[in-house]
């Protein structure tokens, strides 16, 4: 599954370029029964299965062994402290990486006593397994690593790194079943350009994700414009 997910994309040209390297590393490998377990029946009782502690420290062990010591291992799980943009430029800058993937109910306990050193959550949902919330921040953290993505000022400028939503983007043709593109963006003036879309990204976030708004970093002037903003706002209701 996470072969799979790393086949295409950025991230994996990253990886063929050598800007980042992922190694996956299979449980089974790391257990000693003759079926490969690496779940086992919950002490106490109860439905589902538990993953089994020995593999998953028998594999960090080797990851230990060959690849040297990992500045973090994270232990993927709804339980943990939730994944963002933040947590992500944080890894960017972590060179050694150990992402911890379990399935069924849930990992023994003493997994994240023992071998993990952080737990993270991609959000409040339930997933099948830790498989795609370990592609997820991959790729999150993958595509801020220097020269995975081509063009870094559009990684500078993405939504979230400034901890607003995105402007609207618009492309040819310049009207499309009778929605225009607005005036402003064909009209060459550069500066009104960035105005608008300051304006737009701030309309947005206190439309949709207000509470952001509590925590971006905002310059005079968009403290300014959201002000205006508001004030429309209030005429309008
Ligand atoms: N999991 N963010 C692992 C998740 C999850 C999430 C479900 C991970 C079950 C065993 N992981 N197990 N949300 O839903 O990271």
Do not use: N
């Amino acid at each position: 599954m996470v072969r799979a997910g790393l086949e295409e994309g950025v991230v994996s040209r990253g990886i063929e370029r050598g800007l980042l390297d992922v190694a996956i590393h299979d449980l089974r490998d790391h257990t000693t029964d003759r079926h490969r377990s690496v779940d086992d029946v919950p002490y106490g009782g109860g439905p589902g299965m538990v993953m089994k502690p020995e593999p998953l420290a028998r594999a960090v062990e080797t990851i230990r062994r060959e690849r040297g010591t990992p500045d973090t291992v994270v232990l993927l799980s709804p339980q943990g402290r939730r994944f963002s943009q933040s947590e992500a430029e944080r890894l960017s800058r972590v060179g050694h990486v150990v992402l911890l993937c379990g399935r069924y109910e849930g990992m023994d306990e003493r997994v994240r006593t023992l071998v993990a050193t952080e737990e993270l959550s991609i959000g409040d949902y339930v997933l099948s397994g830790g498989e795609l919330a370990a592609l997820v921040i991959i790729d999150a953290v993958g595509r801020l690593i220097p020269g995975v993505v081509g063009d870094d000022q559009s990684v500078q400028e993405d939504s979230f790194s400034r901890g607003l939503l995105d402007y609207p983007h618009y492309t040819r043709p310049s009207e499309f079943e009778g929605l225009k593109v607005p005036d402003v963006l064909l009209s060459g003036h550069h500066a009104e350009v960035l105005r608008w879309r300051r304006r737009a990204a701030l309309e947005r976030t206190l439309a949709r994700r207000p509470e952001l708004l509590d925590v971006a970093a905002l310059t005079d002037e968009e403290r300014a414009l959201l002000t205006e903003i508001r004030k429309e706002q209030e005429k309008k209701s």
